[in-house]
Structure formats: C-alpha cells, structure tokens
C-alpha cells in the first residue's frame, strides 16, 4: 500500500492504495466518483475514458502509480452543471439508450475536440474508434460531436 495526493477535478484527494490499483477502481471505490464504467477491463471498449493531462486514456488497465502526479478529469469533472456542449449536444441528439457507454463516449469525444475543434467525418471515425457502444448509436454520436464542434 502507499498514500496518493491526487487531483481529480481540480479537487485534491488522498488515498492509500496498492500502486498497481487501476485509477479505475480508485476513482470508483475510494474517491466515489462512479461516473467512470467498467466495461472490459483490459482497456478496449472505452467505458472506462477519462482524461490525464487533458488526454483520453483508459482507466481501466492504468495503474494509479502512473498518474498520481497529473492532472485526472472525470466526467463528473468535464462540467459542474451538465452543460458541456458535448453534454448538451447528447441530449438534442438523444444519442444514450441504454447509456452505459456514454461518460467514455463523452470524455474520449472532449479531448477530440480539444486538440481539433473542427474534426473532419474521418477525424472523429479515427478519434472515437476503440469507444464501443453496444446499442450502436453511432450515428448519433458523430452528429452530436459535430453540434458540440460547432456550438
């Protein structure tokens, strides 16, 4: 076990953990921040997305050890009220069904738009590609990617 200072949504947050422990399963059981989704558990199915640094990375095979000293955003992080124009954009398009999937969908989908605020059809195929969404509402996920682009 070992103590943690983390900074999980501008929030400073100490835990005593294992150093292999999955952010995952901190940000779940020790911070309760529970936003994140299990999904496989080997980091291919992007249930899990959060960002590092402002990056998309899967939490779910990353190893608290490797970002205790970065910056972790959640997507309890991503806005305080919900209304992150990706957010919003998911809502006008009615993109969840059964909405497992869609805290990584956003998350991956935000630091898309952060490193190219106008993605191309390909951009966003190339971005989102590895986020599986079981009910298949993709269409509606590259729609609303496109509004919050544009918002």
Same mark, same amino acid.
């Given at each position: 076990?070992?103590?943690?200072?983390?900074?999980?949504?501008?929030?400073?947050?100490?835990?005593?953990? %294992?150093?292999?422990?999955?952010?995952?399963?901190?940000?779940?059981?020790?911070?309760?921040?529970?936003?994140?989704?299990?999904?496989?558990?080997?980091?291919?199915?992007?249930?899990?997305?959060?960002?590092?640094?402002?990056?998309?990375?899967?939490?779910?095979?990353?190893?608290?050890?490797?970002?205790? %000293?970065?910056?972790?955003?959640?997507?309890?992080?991503?806005?305080?009220?919900? %209304?992150?124009?990706?957010?919003?954009?998911?809502?006008?398009?009615?993109?969840?069904?059964?909405?497992?999937?869609?805290?990584?969908?956003?998350?991956?989908?935000?630091?898309?738009?952060?490193?190219?605020?106008?993605?191309?059809?390909?951009?966003?195929?190339?971005?989102?590609?590895?986020?599986?969404?079981?009910?298949?509402?993709?269409?509606?996920?590259?729609?609303?990617?496109?509004?919050?682009?544009?918002?």
């Amino acid at each position: 076990m070992a103590i943690f200072n983390l900074k999980i949504n501008g929030e400073n947050h100490q835990v005593d953990v %294992d150093p292999e422990s999955p952010t995952l399963w901190v940000l779940r059981d020790h911070v309760k921040l529970v936003g994140t989704k299990y999904g496989c558990g080997i980091g291919q199915c992007g249930a899990c997305t959060i960002h590092i640094d402002g990056q998309a990375m899967r939490s779910c095979s990353l190893p608290i050890s490797a970002v205790a %000293d970065k910056s972790i955003t959640t997507i309890e992080g991503l806005s305080k009220k919900g %209304d992150h124009p990706l957010q919003k954009a998911w809502i006008e398009h009615d993109v969840p069904q059964c909405g497992y999937c869609q805290a990584g969908q956003i998350m991956n989908a935000a630091s898309l738009l952060n490193n190219n605020p106008n993605p191309s059809d390909a951009d966003i195929d190339a971005a989102m590609n590895g986020n599986i969404c079981r009910c298949g509402t993709y269409v509606r996920i590259k729609a609303a990617i496109k509004t919050a682009a544009n918002s």
